[in-house]
T-cell receptor, first 111, second 112 residues
Framework: RKEVEQDPGPFNVPEGATVAFNCTYS??????FFWYRQDCRKEPKLLMS???SGNEDGRFTAQLNRASQYISLLIRDSKLSDSATYLC????????????FGKGTSLLVTP | SQTIHQWPATLVQPVGSPLSLECTVE??????LYWYRQAAGRGLQLLFY??????ISSEVPQNLSASRPQDRQFILSSKKLLLSDSGFYLC???????????FGQGTRLTVV
């Protein structure tokens, strides 16, 4: 079983829509959680860290449920510029605290 | 500020040729360093990580090797490339355990 599993997507939504991505992780010892964004043929960039109490950054809200080993990302009022692949990421003390990535969920926001 | 540089951006190499990709980090000392590969249609796969000079750990058996000759320099190498080595190679660093990682711009390698 892969350590991080994500919705396969793709998600095609109109501008202004709200979209939610889900992710599960298998290693209960995971200690840090992130959402990264990757544009086509570019490097991944940190979108936001995910904290146990949940956190919000503008139109983006991330939630973590440690008991269920589940992470989510909610995007409100989608913009065309939100079109990208969203990567769910977890980290633990294994492998020198390397990040373990899900395969990503593709989002296309249309006019 | 902390930055990471990776080069070249694109590379086309024949099968059997050697490879050397270089990555350097600025603005921080003793970073954890990582090499990832992203094959077409796949997720990021961790290839190597290093927590200090001369310390290299490999995650998967493969045709590649890594070295860290200086604190902020990480090199990915191969003696003889295979077609299956094609992919998008990304160098990354983080400052301490369990913090977010920052990526270089990546090298798109095509082995022909």
């Amino acid at each position: 079983r892969k350590e991080v599993e994500q919705d396969p997507g793709p998600f095609n939504v109109p501008e202004g829509a709200t979209v939610a991505f889900n992710c599960t992780y298998s290693n209960s010892a995971s200690q840090s959680f992130f959402w990264y964004r990757q544009d086509c043929r570019k490097e991944p960039k940190l979108l936001m860290s995910v904290y146990s109490s949940g956190n919000e950054d503008g139109r983006f809200t991330a939630q973590l449920n440690r008991a269920s080993q589940y992470i989510s990302l909610l995007i409100r009022d989608s913009k065309l510029s939100d079109s990208a692949t969203y990567l769910c990421v977890v980290s633990n003390s294994n492998s020198g605290y390397a990040l373990n990535f899900g395969k990503g969920t593709s989002l296309l926001v249309t006019p | 500020s902390q930055t990471i540089h990776q080069w070249p951006a694109t590379l086309v190499q024949p099968v059997g040729s050697p490879l050397s990709l270089e990555c350097t980090v600025e603005g921080t000392s003793n970073p954890n360093l990582y090499w990832y590969r992203q094959a077409a249609g796949r997720g990021l796969q961790l290839l190597f990580y290093s927590v200090g000079i001369g310390q290299i750990s490999s995650e998967v058996p493969q045709n590649l090797s890594a070295s860290r000759p200086q604190d902020r320099q990480f090199i990915l190498s191969s003696k003889k490339l295979l077609l299956s080595d094609s992919g998008f190679y990304l160098c990354a660093f983080n400052r301490a355990g369990n913090t977010e990682a920052f990526f270089g711009q990546g090298t798109r390698l095509t082995v022909v």
